[in-house]
C-alpha cells in the first residue's frame, strides 16, 4: 500500500512538475523583463533630473503588450528590445504567448490601468481589439470622436481612470486627461499603491529629522521609525532593506553610501545584481528610519528626452498595422500621459514585537537620496523609484 502511494506521488509529480516549471519560467521571464525595463526608464528619468521619479514597470510592459502582438517588421523589434523584452523572452511570440497563455500570473493585486484611445478616423483591426482581450490592466476605446465630443470622451477616460485607482489620482486627472481635436492615437495609464506593510511602524516613534535633498541641502522632515526584524544587507556601495507587506508583496530600499549618488549606483545596476540582493537579504535586528512620503508623479512624452528609443515609439513612429488598409492618414501617438501614486505610512497588518533593549542593532538610516522597488512575491517590479528631494 505505501508503496503503490509513493508510485501515485511519484507518477503525479511526473506529470505536473512541467507544467510547475512552466509557470515559474514565465513569472522568472516577466519579473526580469519588468525589473529590466525599470531600471532603464528610471536612470534616464533621473538623467532628465526629475524630481523624485517613480516608474509604474508592470503596468508599462503589459500595456505594450498589445501593440507588440501588432505591430510588424522594424517596428516589432524595435519596441521588443526598447521596452527590453530581449532581457529575458527569446522573441515577440515567446512575449505574447507568456502574456496571453498564463493569464492567471497577471492577477496581480494592485490598482492600475492603460488606456489606449483611437480615432474614429481609423478602422481598427479585429487583430488589435483582440488582444485587449484578457488583459487585466489594458482596454481600448476606439471609433473615439476627438472632433465632436471632446469633453465626453475626457470625462469617459477620467472616470475609468479613477475607478481602476479607487479614487485616490482624481486631482491630477483635471490637467493629464486634455484631449483635442487633431489627436489619433493616445494613450493614459494610471497606477497607485496604497497597501499595509505586514508589520506596523510604531507611531509613538515618529520623529521630525533632517532629510539631505540631493545629498546635501538639508530639511527637516517626518520619518516613521522602528525596531525589529528585517532582512538587510550591505557592501561598500550601498545597504538594502527590504519591508514586508500584506500578500507576499515587499518594498526594497537601496541607500547608496555618502559618497556615491543614485544616479551614478543606477548607471552600474544591473538586473542580476538585484536579484541576487534579493537573495543575500538576510534577517537581523534593525533600527529603522525611512521618510513618511505620499507621492505623485507625472509623465509625459517629454519624460522620455533622454531616452531616444522610447521617446521615438512614442513621438514619431507610425503604427499602420493597428488600422485596416488602405489608410488615409498615418496611425501615431500624439500623447502619451501617465499618473502614479506611492504612499509610504506606518500603517500594517500586526503590531510590531518588542525586543530587547540590549540587543545589538544593525542600523538603516535613509536621510539622503535612495532608491526603491515594490516588488511582488514573486519578485515582479510594480515601481521603480528615487526619492531625491522631500
Known amino acids: 500500500m505505501i508503496a503503490t502511494f509513493i508510485i501515485l506521488c511519484f507518477c503525479f509529480f511526473a506529470l505536473c512538475a512541467p507544467y510547475i516549471m512552466k509557470i515559474d519560467n514565465s513569472k522568472e521571464k516577466v519579473a526580469k523583463a519588468c525589473l529590466a525595463h525599470g531600471l532603464n526608464v528610471i536612470e534616464s528619468f533621473c538623467a532628465n533630473d526629475d524630481t523624485n521619479p517613480i516608474f509604474d514597470a508592470f503596468n508599462s510592459l503589459s500595456g505594450e503588450v498589445p501593440i507588440l502582438q501588432t505591430v510588424e517588421g522594424k517596428y516589432e523589434r524595435y519596441l521588443f528590445h526598447a521596452f527590453k523584452f530581449n532581457t529575458s523572452f527569446s522573441n515577440p511570440d515567446d512575449v505574447v504567448k507568456t502574456f496571453y497563455g498564463n493569464t492567471h500570473l497577471m ?13 474614429d478616423e481609423f478602422n481598427v483591426t479585429n487583430k488589435f481589439m483582440n488582444s485587449f ?24 477616460i477620467k472616470k475609468q481612470l479613477m475607478n481602476a485607482t479607487n479614487d485616490t489620482i482624481d486631482e491630477e486627472l483635471d490637467w493629464l486627461v486634455k484631449v483635442n481635436q487633431s489627436d489619433r492615437l493616445v494613450a493614459y495609464s494610471a497606477a497607485e499603491y496604497s497597501k499595509r506593510m505586514l508589520v506596523a511602524f510604531d507611531q509613538k516613534n515618529s520623529k521630525r ?83 513618511l512620503f505620499d ?44 499618473v502614479i501614486r506611492f504612499k509610504l505610512s506606518e500603517a500594517g497588518i500586526y503590531n510590531a514585537t518588542s525586543i530587547p533593549s540590549n540587543t545589538k542593532l544593525t542600523k538603516f538610516i535613509a536621510n539622503r537620496p535612495f532608491i526603491y522597488f515594490l516588488f511582488t512575491k514573486r519578485n515582479i517590479a510594480l515601481f521603480v523609484g528615487v526619492l531625491n528631494r522631500l
Do not use: W
Request: hydrophobic share 35%.
Open 107 to 119: 492577477n496581480i493585486r494592485y490598482n492600475a490601468i492603460k488606456i489606449y484611445v483611437i480615432s
Open 133 to 156: 482581450e484578457n488583459l487585466k490592466f489594458s482596454k481600448l476605446i476606439y471609433n473615439a470622436s476627438f472632433d465632436e465630443n471632446p469633453e465626453v470622451l475626457a470625462i469617459n
Open 209 to 291: 529629522r533632517l532629510f539631505y535633498n540631493d545629498g546635501f541641502k538639508k530639511r527637516l522632515m517626518r520619518f516613521m521609525s522602528n525596531k525589529g526584524e528585517y532582512k538587510h544587507y550591505s557592501n561598500d556601495k550601498y545597504a538594502a532593506l527590504d519591508v514586508a507587506y500584506e500578500h507576499g508583496d515587499h518594498l526594497m530600499v537601496i541607500l547608496p553610501n555618502k559618497d556615491i549618488e543614485c544616479k551614478s549606483l543606477l548607471q552600474n545596476l544591473t538586473v542580476d545584481e538585484v536579484f541576487d540582493l534579493n537573495r543575500k537579504l538576510q534577517l537581523k535586528n534593525v533600527s529603522v528610519s525611512i521618510p
Open 295 to 338: 507621492q505623485n508623479y507625472i509623465r509625459t512624452r517629454s519624460s522620455y528626452s533622454s531616452h531616444e528609443r522610447i521617446s521615438f515609439l512614442l513621438t514619431t513612429a507610425a503604427y499602420p498595422s493597428l488600422t485596416q488598409k488602405p489608410l488615409v492618414k498615418k496611425v501615431y501617438f500624439t500623447q502619451s500621459k501617465a
